[in-house]
């Protein structure tokens, strides 16, 4: 009797090793979520969903269309619901809360050598939390300036390239000269004010988040950390060569004022050169300039793109390898040149397409090798921290409302209390 019940519970436990959201005597199916929202980008993804299928009879995957302006919240939900996605599109500042709350598989061991060694260390930073890597960080977006070509080439004022860019003073002194009769040298969209100023803050040596030896972080604006916000402070309140209307604005909403003639210049995002080539009136003269440096050059901070691998999912190795499949060389150039961005990979980065002169491709590339981590990257407690904190801060700053005396203290006082919840 003891035998038989023995062999029933065996049988018992094979059978629950087979469960799963697959039929044994099937294909894997992956779920794949992908955040591209433009048409090139879309087509990119699905096209390489189809090859891969197409290739691995016994994985599948499915996709996924998700959306950037919920991501954040829907994920969440779906860890908790046990409902995720197996292969998740995401951005390197939203990953850190999932992996410290066990959502995210440490992607360590589980990725070929070929893609661990191809993307630089410092882009792996973005992703590393703890002992472990959560996400596979495969495009990355410089800010840059995109400039009303034949405005400044009138005014006669220096061009910056990459090897000889303007300083942040030299930039203000620019902006001035080119504003005058309803017009402006920048316009500058806050509608996000805090990864703007926290990033290209990183030219002057601002880093804002310093961790202590016991690995606590805390929050100190030093000077590095005020030239890029007092430069945009001055722009609007003493020089008047910065439009305040635009404070509130996203990128997009600067365009037609733009396309219009009233800025000569606005700091975009690089990907925004799809929409200008597509909205720009016949003739627009435009072109795509480096963001001022300070005492670190032309550093600057970015959250990359990311693809992670959830923790419940069962498939952990096959989403791997479709990870691998989606990151080869030639597909991160495919997935860059439809998302109008960088790659991180260092083979990717050489790919002739990437270094052409049409749309300015040369210049964003020749900014890839000064691209860190987002002051913010590791952050736990962020989130809050610049909802709560620093967006209303910074909007105030540079609205006019409070001087940098208040900057600092708020975000000094006010931001090491959110965080020291998050760290006790």
Not at 110 to 133: A, M, N, Q, Y
Not at 178 to 206: F, H, I
Request: hydrophobic share 40%.
């Amino acid at each position: 009797m003891r035998g038989r019940l023995l062999w029933v519970l065996v049988l018992v436990l094979l059978a629950a090793g087979c469960g799963g959201d697959t039929d044994p005597g099937g294909p894997v199916t992956l779920r794949f979520q992908s955040l591209a929202w433009q048409e090139e980008s879309v087509r990119a993804n699905k096209e390489l969903v189809a090859e891969w299928n197409a290739t691995h009879p016994d994985v599948k995957v499915e996709y996924v269309q998700g959306s950037w302006d919920s991501v954040h919240d829907q994920l969440l939900t779906s860890f908790e619901g046990g409902e995720a996605p197996d292969v998740i599109h995401d951005a390197s500042d939203d990953l850190a809360d999932f992996a410290y709350g066990g959502y995210l598989a440490d992607l360590t061991g589980l990725l070929p050598e070929r893609l661990t060694r191809d993307i630089p260390r410092h882009s792996w930073e973005t992703t590393t939390f703890g002992d472990g890597v959560y996400g596979v960080p495969f495009l990355q977006e410089p800010r840059v300036l995109i400039a009303n070509a034949t405005w400044l080439e009138k005014s006669g004022v220096r061009i910056p390239t990459p090897e000889h860019p303007w300083t942040w003073r030299e930039f203000r002194e620019i902006t001035d000269r080119l504003s005058g009769d309803g017009r402006y040298g920048v316009a500058w969209p806050l509608k996000e004010p805090v990864s703007v100023s926290l990033n290209l803050s990183l030219s002057a040596g601002g880093r804002l988040f310093h961790r202590g030896a016991d690995g606590k972080v805390t929050v100190r604006f030093e000077e590095g950390d005020a030239v890029m916000p007092r430069t945009v402070h001055d722009q609007i309140a003493t020089d008047r060569s910065a439009a305040p209307s635009t404070l509130g604005s996203g990128g997009s909403d600067t365009l037609p004022g733009f396309f219009g003639g009233r800025y000569a210049m606005v700091p975009l995002g690089f990907s925004y050169r799809q929409q200008i080539v597509q909205q720009a009136p016949e003739g627009f003269d435009w072109r795509v300039l480096p963001a001022p440096a300070g005492t670190d050059g032309l550093t600057q901070g970015v959250s990359p793109q990311t693809l992670s691998i959830a923790q419940d999912s069962p498939h952990h190795r096959e989403a791997a390898q479709f990870i691998d499949f989606l990151l080869r060389p030639k597909n991160m150039v495919r997935l860059a040149l439809g998302d109008w961005m960088l790659p991180t990979g260092t083979e990717a980065l050489k790919d002739p397409a990437l270094h052409t002169t049409e749309h300015d491709w040369a210049t964003g590339t020749a900014l890839a090798g000064r691209l860190r981590p987002a002051p913010a990257q590791s952050v736990r407690g962020y989130p809050e921290f610049k909802d709560k904190v620093a967006t209303p801060a910074f909007q105030e700053y540079y609205s006019g409302a409070i001087g940098l005396a208040e900057l600092r203290t708020r975000l000094e006082r006010d931001g090491n209390l959110v965080l020291a919840r998050y760290q006790r």
